[in-house]
């Protein structure tokens, strides 16, 4: 254990209850929690991927977004040529 950890831990060791609680509540505010994170990307994810499928059959079968993309750009900008 390094010096500062050490010196951490002594300081912590002289707080009381309350304040121990206090301080684990902002270190965990204070460090990024992956799984969490993890859980909510997944979690968006899942409802993007649901809200293409509903979304989708309302589309045409031979609906192409590429196309739709290109044709759209053209309306909107012109010929840059």
Do not use: T
């Not at 209850?17 to 859980?39: A, G, T």
């Not at 409802?47 to 031979?62: K, M």
Request: net charge negative; glycine share 6%; charged share 30%.
């Amino acid at each position: 254990m390094s010096g500062l950890q050490e010196q951490a831990v002594q300081m912590i060791g002289s707080l009381s209850d309350d304040n121990v609680s206090f301080l684990i509540e902002i270190i965990q505010r204070l460090m990024p929690n992956r799984e969490r994170n993890e859980d909510e990307g997944m979690q968006a994810f899942h409802r993007l991927s649901a809200a293409r499928e509903e979304i989708g059959q309302y589309l045409p079968e031979n609906f192409d977004p590429d196309k739709e993309l290109e044709e759209a750009r053209a309306e909107r900008y012109g010929s840059i040529n």
